[in-house]
């Protein structure tokens, strides 16, 4: 859903900003950050259970997915933020080169959590190429609008 979201903000983003598509979807832009806000709060709240968790304790390789989906998170947020406020403040090409990185960061930190996206959604695991490769059709079409 977060995906989704973020995707289609940036579709319409693109739409409003090459053919002066009305403003008047910019409840889009409000829904992902909510999206956003409660994925962040779920997964602090899934990552602090799983790392005190005294009769399953995580394997090392399992704490450093973890790092590693923290990490491309924190990228994408900070890429994100810098988006928003460089549109905020009126720098139309930066906002846009950001969003290029926000796209970029977006995939990554999706192909990391692939695996558990579709295992929590009860999704046979072995569809995770598939789904990277949707991800990168996806992430290309809208790169490619961002750059016309």
């Known amino acids: 859903m977060l995906v989704a979201a973020f995707f289609l903000h940036a ?4 739409l409003w ?3 002066g598509l009305s403003d008047h979807l910019a409840w889009v832009v409000w829904v992902a950050v909510s999206v956003a806000g409660a994925h962040i709060g779920l997964s602090a709240a899934t990552s602090c259970s799983m790392l005190t968790d005294r009769q399953r304790p995580p394997s090392s390789r399992k704490r450093m997915h973890l790092v590693l989906k923290w990490a ?3 990228m994408l947020l900070t890429a994100a933020l810098i988006h928003v406020t460089a549109g905020l403040t009126g720098r139309t090409p ?3 080169c950001f969003l290029l ?3 970029a960061l977006l995939t990554w930190h999706s192909f990391v959590g692939a695996k558990s996206l579709l295992k929590d959604l009860g999704i046979p695991t072995r569809l995770k190429g598939s789904l990277r490769a949707l991800m990168i059709t996806v992430a290309a079409v809208v790169c490619l609008a961002l750059l016309l």
């Open 17 to 19: 900003l090459r053919f």
């Open 11 to 14: 579709i319409v983003g693109t």
């Open 94 to 96: 930066e906002a846009r």
């Open 101 to 103: 990185a926000v796209v």
């Open 72 to 74: 491309s998170g924190g």
